[in-house]
């Protein structure tokens, strides 16, 4: 089975540039989730989809992120415009529906605000 | 708020010996408790798990324990491998439809 794909794996930009950064869950999973890991920090919540509909989207800082997932698979997570403290690693996670405990986490998109 | 709270940054012990870390909450709604593993470079891996209404759980080398009256949790590894030195996570969950809410991460290092 694949796992949580991400990418890409590194961005580095300047602040008030905008970026984005693409997510492919684990197939037939229809839960996703986007988490915002800040050096030193657990990962926190930005955003949660249920197929292509937003469950929790408390947390996401909406003046400036945005996130989509128009046909239920693919998720896609932008900045615009960065700020330095938007300096983190950006993880996807999905879930099967059922099994609320287990989440499966890509490998983080790391992005570097200058 | 930090509602997970992992006080050790760091833990460092001989291989074949017992690894304790350490877990703290404060939400009294929180009925489901994870532990996540995270090499670097790579996101978390589910590790162990454990509901409110048990105060054990076991897999292997890895055993959870929950004291709820204390609001406590604890990993224990036993024996530890070099290839246990991650950054282990607490999460918890507050009924099914809730987010996780994650520690800050104890980071293990297993010596020979």
Known sequence: ?114 | DQQVKQNSPSLSVQEGRISILNCDYTNSMFDYFLWYKKYPAEGPTFLISISSIKDKNEDGRFTVFLNKSAKHLSLHIVPSQPGDSAVYFCAAFAGTASKLTFGTGTRLQVTL
């Open chain 1, 1 to 114: 089975e694949a796992g949580v794909a991400q990418s890409p794996r590194y961005k580095i930009i300047e602040k008030r540039q905008s970026v984005a950064f693409w997510c492919n869950p684990i197939s037939g999973h229809a839960t996703l989730y986007w988490y915002q890991q800040i050096l030193g920090q657990g990962p926190k919540l930005l955003i949660q989809f249920q197929n292509n509909g937003v469950v929790d989207d408390s947390q996401l800082p909406k003046d400036r992120f945005s996130a989509e997932r128009l046909k239920g698979v693919d998720s896609t997570l932008k900045i615009q415009p960065a700020k330095l403290e938007d300096s983190a690693v950006y993880l996807c996670a999905s879930r099967n529906t059922g099994n609320y405990n287990e989440q499966f986490f890509g490998p983080g998109t790391r992005l570097t605000v200058l």
